[in-house]
């Protein structure tokens, strides 16, 4: 006898009518459970979770395009920026490009001819450490090639964060760690927390990403 049978049974239903109909209540009870299923599916909105913990110039573009793009398609965003990762709430953002020991990161000019905007100039951490400014020069670099390639600025793209309705929370700690007060940050800081309570909600997100 099936589930829905003995549930049928337990209501004292006659045996004669069970035989009859069980199969057929059991095929009903099976598409409106994958129906319901469905529906929910379908009503239930995407939750991104996000932990920002890098405060340069090329990693502050990754947490604030997926947030800004997650939000755009409707999702539900949250971006917990902790350690070095406040900077990008500072009410004036001062972020540089930090080439030293970042192998996956090749020098392209914004400028010259086509074959010479192609070259990859793999230039050794060596050479980058004993040249005097060279992470304003490279500062100066990216931010010609974002601006050459129409990409949006990071004050852009917070922008868009904030009036899209993403979740900007500060890590409590590492502002008290710091020495930093509330005033220093842009005053759309959601929340100040710690990691005790952005994990659950991590947890009960749909994707959950560190950067």
């Not at 239903?13 to 069980?22: C, E, H, I, K, R």
């Not at 947490?63 to 709430?89: K, Q, R």
């Not at 450490?129 to 060279?134: E, M, N, R, T, Y």
């Not at 800081?189 to 952005?198: N, P, R, S």
Request: net charge negative.
């Amino acid at each position: 006898m099936s589930n829905t049978a003995k549930v049928i049974s337990s209501a004292q239903f006659p045996s004669d009518m069970l035989t009859q109909y069980g199969p057929a209540l059991d095929a009903w009870f099976d598409q409106r459970f994958i129906q319901k299923t469905k529906e929910l599916e379908e009503s239930k909105i995407p939750a991104l979770a996000i932990i920002a913990t890098k405060g340069t110039m090329d990693w502050a573009y990754p947490p604030f395009i997926l947030a800004s793009t997650a939000s755009a398609l409707g999702w539900d965003v949250s971006v917990f920026f902790t350690f070095y990762g406040l900077e990008l709430l500072k009410k004036e953002l001062h972020l540089e490009v930090s080439p030293l020991g970042n192998p996956g990161m090749p020098m392209k000019m914004p400028f010259g001819p086509k074959w010479f905007k192609g070259i990859n100039w793999n230039i050794p951490n060596a050479v980058m450490a004993s040249v005097p400014g060279f992470e304003k020069i490279a500062t100066g670099l990216m931010k010609k090639t974002v601006k050459n390639n129409g990409v949006a600025t990071i004050d852009e793209l917070r922008e868009a964060c904030i009036e899209s309705g993403v979740n900007l929370v500060a890590c409590q700690m590492t502002v008290d760690l710091f020495g930093y007060t509330h005033a220093d940050f842009i005053p759309e800081v959601k929340d100040w927390i710690g990691a005790a309570t952005f994990l659950p909600i991590a947890q009960k997100s749909d994707v959950c990403l560190f950067i």
